[in-house]
């Protein structure tokens, strides 16, 4: 069963600078998903990335397949920003029709 | 992305009483959904999953009987608490895909429940 563990828990910056999330999980997987969260519940898929790296916006996610680990950046960030960061990964690493397996998620506060 | 929608977003219902909740992809056709939930500052947790026509699967500890899950279209699922208690108050969330298009799924926007 998969396990992941991101860093840090909790995270305050000033508006504009460059932010990073990290996520590591322990069984090879076919893909690695990025998570956003607002106070309301609601969730967001950011990005579903099996290799390399994918942008969106001010968003870059990347991922090493190799060392199991997994980043999200934010560039220049804004007090919109502000929510709570999930990296989630496929519970028994391949692929198909799996359940997720979450991380406790990364509680972001960008200040104006 | 995809379209999943939920309802209702959020309900507060006596103890003893069942809640039924929706999950409908708007635009594909959702083989498997999930079905999660979240307690208050903890992780998501899933709680079972459903394929389109078969009986769903559930995860240890999640009681079959009580969370009563229905998958009869590839547009519709539904997770009915039956004879809800306080501690059954929870963030649920749904989430659909199509696996034969790609891995991604798609989350509903969720559903508050707070039990009374």
New interface residues.
């Given amino acids: 069963k998969n396990e992941v563990e991101q860093s840090p828990q909790n995270l305050t910056a000033q508006e504009g600078e460059f932010i990073t999330i990290n996520c590591s999980y322990s069984v090879g997987i076919?893909?690695l998903?990025w998570?956003q969260q607002h106070p309301g519940?609601?969730?967001?898929?950011l990005f579903?990335l099996s290799s390399g790296k994918k942008k969106h916006g001010r968003l870059i996610a990347t991922i090493n397949i190799q060392e199991k680990h997994s980043s999200l950046h934010i560039t220049a960030s804004h007090p919109r920003d502000s929510a709570v960061y999930?990296c989630?990964v496929?519970?028994a690493g391949g692929?198909?029709?799996?359940?997720?397996?979450?991380?406790?998620?990364t509680h972001l506060i960008i200040q104006p | 992305g995809a379209v999943v929608s939920q309802h209702p977003s959020w309900v507060i219902c006596k103890s003893g009483t069942s809640v039924k909740i929706e999950c409908r992809s708007l635009d594909f056709q959702a083989t498997t959904m999930f079905w999660y939930r979240q307690f208050p500052k903890q992780s998501l947790m899933l709680m079972a999953t459903s394929n389109e026509g078969s009986k769903a699967t559930y995860e240890q500890g999640v009681e079959k009987d009580k969370f009563l899950i229905n998958h009869a279209s590839l547009t519709l699922s539904t997770l009915t608490v039956t004879s809800a208690h306080p501690e059954d108050s929870s963030f649920y969330i749904c989430s659909g895909s199509d696996y034969g298009a790609s891995n991604e799924q798609f989350f509903g926007p969720g559903t508050r429940l707070t039990v009374l």
Wanted: proline share 4%; aromatic share 4%; glycine share 24%.
């Fill in positions: 076919s893909a998903h998570l519940g609601g969730i967001v898929s579903m999930i989630a496929p519970r692929a198909g029709a799996d359940g997720l397996t979450f991380g406790k998620g």
